[in-house]
Nanobody, 121 residues
Framework: QVQLVESGGGLVQPGGSLRLSCAAS????????MGWYRQGSGKQRELVAV??????HVADSVKGRFTISRDNAKNTVYLQMNSLKPEDTAVYYC????????????????WGQGTQVTVSS
């Protein structure tokens, strides 16, 4: 069974920084991509950033402020969030596209439990 466990959320003032982490564990054969999504109150879930191999994609709304990175040895993805704004307030979810060793099937619908990020003075 594959699990994604997020950490690093919290309350921060506007202009502050946070770093989110997401560790994938279990019988993983290969990870093709990992990413971060967020869902604000009353809003749809949206893509924030994704990393696949050496390539990254960051949403325009956070470009220049957020950076995604990955430690392949630890099956962990990070989201460094700088210059945070109140509109960044949301639950942030980790996502993985991977193949597990049990089913030997590739799936892109692995999700973490979510971590709350609140930007407020």
């Amino acid at each position: 069974q594959v699990q994604l466990v997020e950490s690093g959320g919290g309350l921060v003032q506007p202009g502050g920084s946070l770093r989110l982490s997401c560790a994938a564990s279990g019988r993983i054969f290969s990870i093709y991509a990992m990413g971060w999504y967020r869902q604000g109150s009353g809003k749809q879930r949206e893509l924030v950033a994704v990393i696949s191999g050496g390539a990254t994609h960051v949403a325009d709304s956070v470009k220049g402020r957020f950076t995604i990175s990955r430690d392949n040895a630890k099956n962990t993805v990070y989201l460094q969030m700088n210059s945070l704004k109140p509109e960044d307030t949301a639950v942030y979810y980790c996502n993985a596209d991977l193949k597990d060793e049990v089913s030997n099937r590739r799936r892109s619908d692995y999700w973490g439990q979510g971590t709350q990020v609140t930007v407020s003075s």
